[in-house]
T-cell receptor, first 115, second 111 residues
Framework: DARVTQTPRHKVTEMGQEVTMRCQPI?????VFWYRQTMMQGLELLAY????????DSGMPKDRFSAEMPDATLATLKIQPSEPRDSAVYFC?????????????FGQGTRLTVV | KQEVTQIPAALSVPEGENLVLNCSFT??????LQWFRQDPGKGLTSLLL?????REQTSGRLNASLDKSSGRSTLYIAASQPGDSATYLC??????????FGSGTRLSIRP
């Protein structure tokens, strides 16, 4: 059963601490997305990668957020230092472009609470 | 900049009714339009993907249409069931796989 796997599912941390979220895309998918979901803003695109290279990270606050793909099976989103306003659900999605079409498949998300 | 809007934000209908969810987008230069379902506290499940060259896609009781010229997509749900209760999100795929989401329609089917 191919699916996107995110860890941890839940994270509670104190303000100022570093948070690392991990995502394992579906095997063979070469496009990875990071989204943040809040009640106020809905789903916001933070960054996305193609073949491990970042294509667009304009939605991500650069001063504290960083996203990487150390290899094709792992994507990470790091927040340092974390702030209460970062509390949200962070989703990872992966896809495999076929021509100009990329169907995105989502993980279950990481629910982050910064206190 | 692509903006995706979904109206209404919430909808409640009795079981068995047919219903339509609406999605509009500002930039008609999209590659695909994808509909998702999200249950409370869960991730997103892909329902239908309509390619820009297509006008509609069907899966079971779901039918999604796409009109690029008017910047609109609709998701039609036939014979609604309580299990259809969820938030439905549409997402526009722009160039280079950038996917922009609407804010969703929270659907409640009353038994």
């Amino acid at each position: 059963d191919a699916r996107v796997t995110q860890t941890p599912r839940h994270k509670v941390t104190e303000m100022g601490q570093e948070v690392t979220m991990r995502c394992q895309p579906i095997l063979g998918h070469n496009t990875v997305f990071w989204y943040r979901q809040t009640m106020m803003q809905g789903l916001e695109l933070l960054a996305y990668f193609r073949n491990r290279a970042p294509l667009d990270d304009s939605g991500m606050p650069k001063d504290r957020f960083s996203a990487e793909m150390p290899d094709a099976t792992l994507a990470t989103l790091k927040i340092q230092p974390s702030e209460p306003r970062d509390s949200a659900v962070y989703f990872c999605a992966s896809g495999l472009p076929r021509g100009v079409n990329t169907e995105a498949f989502f993980g279950q998300g990481t629910r982050l609470t910064v206190v | 900049k692509q903006e995706v809007t979904q109206i209404p934000a919430a909808l409640s209908v009795p079981e068995g009714e047919n219903l339509v969810l609406n999605c509009s987008f500002t930039d008609s230069a999209i590659y695909n339009l994808q509909w998702f379902r999200q249950d409370p506290g869960k991730g997103l499940t892909s329902l239908l993907l309509i390619q820009s060259s297509q006008r509609e896609q069907t899966s079971g009781r779901l039918n999604a249409s796409l009109d690029k010229s008017s910047g609109r997509s609709t998701l039609y749900i036939a014979a609604s069931q309580p299990g259809d209760s969820a938030t439905y999100l549409c997402a526009a795929h722009s160039s280079a796989s950038k996917i922009i989401f609407g804010s969703g329609t929270r659907l409640s089917i009353r038994p």
